[in-house]
Structures are given as structure tokens and as C-alpha cells.
């Protein structure tokens, strides 16, 4: 998703929300979208730190929820206790696998489990099907 697109979304949900569009906002939503790799709150944080962008955690964590819950970003729990986001890319559908001893994380694909689940789904009379699936082991460093 470019930038003017996600921005044109996300006005209009805050709006939608009754909520401002501010400047900090702006910054956090430029710096998520840009991100290639999945981030946390926390680590989004301190790569702004280190750009110089000083924002507080909090704003960045509240504007990470919002953008996800506007569509902007996608959520991924690996299993760390905190979420990490992931900015949508023109690639194909992925899951993760995460490193349970360091955390590293890994895209893998899944031949046709979108379709077996929805198929499953379906037979269950369920529409607007959304799943998550945590899959996590021991990476080959380790
Ligand atoms: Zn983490
Ligand atoms: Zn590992
Ligand atoms: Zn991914």
C-alpha cells in the first residue's frame, strides 16, 4: 500500500472516529508503512528514536492500534507477548514461523491453506472468514 493511499485511509477513519489527524500520526503511519519487516511498538519506537523522531511509546502504540484497526497494518502475534505489525506488501498471502529460543522470524508460505480453511469454514456455515495461526520451533542457528 503507498503512503497517499494508507494516508487517504486512515484520515477518513479517524474522521469516522471522530478523531484528529495530527502531525504525530503522521510521522508513526509514515514509519510503519515504510517498515519491511515485521516491528513491535516498542521497536518502531526506538527506530524513530534513532531517525531523531521523538515521539512518546504511547502515541505510537495507540496509533499502531488504530492503523490496524483501519486495515492499514496487519497484526502478528509470535508468541512474545507483545504484537508485531506488519505493513501489507504486494506479496502473496504469508505465515510466519518464529525461533522460540531467539525469536527469529521466518515467512513461510502455505500451499493452499487459505482454501482449506475457508473450504472448513464454509462447510460450517461461516462467512468473513479471518484467521491467525502461530506456528513456532527451533531455527537452524540454534
Ligand atoms: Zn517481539
Ligand atoms: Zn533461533
Ligand atoms: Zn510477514
Same mark, same amino acid.
Given at each position: ?19 484528529? +489527524?495530527?502531525? #504525530? ?5 509514515? !514509519?510503519? @508503512? /515504510? ?7 516498542? %521497536? ?40 508485531? +505489525?506488519?505493513? #501489507? ?5 504469508? !505465515?510466519? @514461523? /518464529? ?7 521466518? %515467512? ?35
Amino acid at each position: 500500500m503507498d503512503f497517499e493511499k494508507a494516508i487517504k485511509i486512515y484520515k477518513d477513519f479517524l474522521k469516522s472516529k471522530g478523531l484528529l +489527524y495530527t502531525q #504525530p500520526r503522521e510521522v508513526v503511519l509514515k !514509519e510503519a @508503512i /515504510s517498515a519491511t519487516w515485521h516491528f513491535s511498538a516498542d %521497536e518502531l519506537t526506538s527506530q524513530m528514536h534513532s531517525h531523531g523522531i521523538y515521539i512518546s511509546r504511547a502515541t505510537v502504540y495507540r496509533t499502531l492500534a488504530s492503523m490496524k484497526e483501519a486495515g492499514i497494518l496487519n497484526s502478528v502475534d509470535f508468541g512474545h507477548g507483545h504484537i508485531h +505489525y506488519e505493513a #501489507p506488501k504486494a506479496k502473496k498471502h504469508h !505465515e510466519h @514461523i /518464529s525461533c522460540e529460543k531467539c525469536g527469529a522470524i521466518c %515467512e513461510i508460505q502455505i500451499d493452499n491453506l487459505d482454501k482449506a480453511i475457508n473450504s472448513a469454514a464454509e462447510k460450517a456455515k461461516f462467512k468473513h472468514i479471518k484467521y491467525a495461526i502461530r506456528i513456532s520451533g527451533v531455527c537452524e542457528k540454534c
